[in-house]
């Protein structure tokens, strides 16, 4: 299986901030990197999707890059609405599998 | 409006049976492939199964295998899972999600709310 990792595992920021958070897969996994944001007691909600495509309706604050092993999610300037857990998943094998996720707060 | 909404969480005891059900609207349900992924509270997020667009192809975690079957109906626009053998560990928050495409390759873009699953004596 295809193990994810996140980095850092929670981060403080202020309104205006620009934040990056970092993903790894333990082998290459060429662009079939998305991203998801969660509020507490919400649904995900895709940010990303083939590592750098903005899904439709989504801010283009936000924006996605890398491919092989190591891919970032960038929030070029924080919003209120963007303080939440952000994960990474893999969808190039099954089983597909999720990071651990961010926690972004204030 | 796109929208997936489930049902049929409940409490079970260890070692029974529960079958999840998945009603979309909004899409033509038939050309997506359909995820089941898993969230016990306040934890992340594991995916569990998936089928394909037609139902002739179908995945599962290891953590399921065996277990679980999933199963779709398209002339009901309707996804399943059935659930058998739980364990306590199967105690999640089961949500429904479409794929943004027919491959099975690719992410996620609709999710369902979610029905909660418990297994316990």
């Known amino acids: 299986d295809i193990q994810m990792t996140q980095s850092p595992s929670s981060l403080s920021a202020f309104v205006g901030d620009r934040v990056t958070i970092t993903c790894r897969a333990s082998?290459?996994?060429?662009?079939?990197l998305n991203w998801y944001q969660q509020k507490p007691g919400k649904a995900p909600k895709l940010l990303i999707y083939?590592?750098?495509s903005l899904q439709s309706g989504v801010p283009s604050r936000f924006s996605g890059s890398g491919s092989g092993t190591d891919f970032t999610l960038t929030i070029s300037s924080l919003q209120p609405e963007d303080f939440a857990t952000y994960y990474c998943?893999?969808?190039?094998?099954?089983?597909?599998?999720f990071g651990p996720g961010t926690k972004v707060d204030i | 409006e796109v929208q997936l909404v489930e049902s049929g969480g409940v409490v079970v005891q260890p070692g029974g049976s529960l079958r999840l059900s998945c009603a979309a609207s909004?899409?033509?349900?038939?050309?997506?492939?359909m995820h089941w992924v898993r969230q016990v509270p306040g934890k992340g997020l594991e995916w569990v199964s998936l089928?394909?667009?037609?139902?002739?192809?179908?995945y599962f975690a290891d953590s399921v295998k065996g277990r679980f079957t999933i199963s779709r109906d398209n002339s009901k626009t309707s996804l399943y899972l059935q659930m058998n053998s739980l364990r306590s560990e199967d105690t999640a928050l089961y949500y429904c999600?479409?794929?943004?495409?027919?491959?099975?390759?690719?992410?996620?873009?609709?999710w369902g709310q979610g029905t909660m699953v418990t297994v316990s004596s």
């Open positions: 089928i394909s667009w037609d139902g002739d192809s179908t």
């Open positions: 083939a590592a750098s």
């Open positions: 999600a479409k794929g943004r495409s027919s491959s099975r390759y690719d992410s996620f873009d609709i």
């Open positions: 998943q893999q969808s190039y094998s099954t089983p597909f599998t």
């Open positions: 082998q290459s996994i060429a662009n079939y």
């Open positions: 909004g899409f033509t349900f038939d050309d997506y492939t």
